[in-house]
């Protein structure tokens, strides 16, 4: 069974930084699919970043060259690194991760659905 914990949202000016984790449990790293998704008010959850079992990493054009995605194997902990944040940038913010199967194709090609383990998400406020 996989657990999963967000932690490290807070408010912060345009141009600020955060750094958010989170913490898994029964999560295999590069054998499982695992990624950040985030929602705003009024609009539909999408993806962030995501996780490769590779190793390589998919991020949303939005964020590319802002947000950088990490993982330390020995704390069981991802990361998501996020400089010059934006007002654009506000949602709560949750991880995700799902038992990969053989079928499937790269992580980024999943549907939201196939996400079975999420966490409990942690809000990112961004102030101009």
């Known amino acids: 069974q996989v657990q999963l914990a967000e932690s490290g949202g807070g408010s912060v000016q345009t141009g600020g930084s955060l750094r958010l984790a989170c913490v898994t449990s029964?999560?295999?790293?590069?054998?499982?699919?695992i990624a950040w998704f985030r929602q705003a008010p009024g609009k539909a959850r999408e993806g962030v970043a995501i996780?490769?079992?590779?190793?390589?990493?998919d991020y949303a054009d939005s964020v590319k060259g802002r947000f950088t995605i990490s993982q330390d194997s020995a704390k069981n902990t991802l990361y998501l690194q996020m400089n010059s944040l934006k007002p654009e940038d506000t949602a709560t913010y949750f991880c995700?991760?799902?038992?990969?199967?053989?079928?499937?194709?790269?992580?980024?090609?999943?549907?939201?659905?196939?996400?079975?383990?999420w966490g409990q998400g942690t809000q990112v406020t961004v102030s101009s």
């Open positions: 029964g999560y295999t790293y590069g054998a499982d699919c």
């Open positions: 995700a991760a799902v038992r990969y199967q053989m079928a499937w194709g790269p992580c980024v090609t999943l549907p939201q659905y196939r996400y079975a383990y």
């Open positions: 996780l490769e079992r590779d190793g390589s990493i």
